[in-house]
């Protein structure tokens, strides 16, 4: 548990670093407005004397508070160290890389920059059972206090936001703003099911013990097995079901072949395990 606790802390802060990379060295100077906190913040950023950075920590503040009243413990540590986290990282950007120009130009190299960076930063917040806070807030907020569908909410909000950017920017940043919108939507739902990626295998074999040996002791997972009888040659073998990350696949396919060179396998890709050893309820 420890050991996972230091990996999931890794993870978040790699996860908020990708985020503020994203965010200010390619959304913020280019005026992409995708909706959420940062989205706001590169608006008001435009309109008042303000900077970006800065609103972006004033808004995750006064939504964590507006958390804390409105849903106590629901707003969990790791949202408060991540939104916190990030701000802090892009104000720092801020303060030391001035920038007043985007780094190219070529704006649609540095929208895919931007969305990428800032899907896999949040997809890695996300996995680890966290956020980045924000306009998440707000939809527990919401959630909580209304019937509405949450999702649409947001979504509605973010065009909202992203639309503002025809205005205070141009037509250009707008249409990419939008772009930039609807791909995070896909991207992020993407990222997260490739990081959770795991294999499942049925192994139909005559070494049971052998097999089921090498996945408890070696692999730390567990299997279940049930008889099983072949209808072209009448005998009878062992069905193993079992589930493993897709690093461990490979090696447990040879190991298997090594034991049981006439085992049959299959094996299929699964993004969602849910059970001891995987992902929690």
């Not at 959420?36 to 964590?64: D, E, F, Q, R, S």
């Not at 001035?98 to 649609?108: E, G, R």
């Not at 206090?145 to 707008?174: E, H, P, T």
């Not at 990350?245 to 094996?267: C, M, N, Q, S, Y």
Request: net charge positive; aromatic share 12%.
């Amino acid at each position: 548990m420890k050991s996972k606790a230091i990996k999931n802390f890794i993870f978040m802060n790699v996860g908020c670093i990708l985020l503020s990379v994203g965010i200010y060295f390619f959304k913020i100077p280019n005026g992409f407005v995708t909706g959420g906190v940062t989205g706001i913040g590169t608006v008001l950023g435009k309109i008042t004397p303000i900077t970006p950075a800065a609103w972006i920590w004033i808004l995750n503040v006064a939504l964590l508070l507006l958390g804390f009243i409105f849903l106590g413990k629901q707003s969990s540590f790791k949202t408060i160290y991540c939104s916190m986290f990030y701000s802090a990282i892009t104000f720092v950007f801020e303060s030391f890389i001035p920038l007043n120009a985007p780094l190219t130009n070529q704006p649609f190299m540095e929208l895919v920059y931007a969305m990428l960076l800032t899907s896999i930063g949040s997809a890695i917040i996300f996995n680890c059972e966290a956020s980045s806070g924000g306009t998440d807030i707000a939809a527990l907020i919401l959630k909580k206090y209304s019937s509405l569908d949450v999702g649409k909410c947001l979504l509605v909000v973010d065009f909202f936001v992203a639309s503002s950017s025809f205005f205070i920017f141009n037509i250009q940043v707008g249409l990419f703003s939008l772009l930039g919108l609807f791909t995070k939507a896909f991207l992020v739902d993407s990222i997260i099911e490739s990081l959770n990626t795991c294999k499942y295998f049925v192994v139909i074999t005559t070494k049971r013990e052998e097999i089921s040996r090498y996945i408890i002791e070696t692999l730390h997972h567990g299997a279940t097995a049930a008889s099983a009888v072949g209808e072209f040659s009448k005998d009878e073998k062992t069905m193993i079901h079992t589930v493993c990350k897709r690093g461990e696949a490979t090696k447990l396919r040879k190991k298997i072949k090594e034991i049981d060179p006439g085992a049959f396998i299959v094996v299929t890709t699964s993004s969602e395990i849910i059970g001891r050893g995987f992902r929690s309820v």
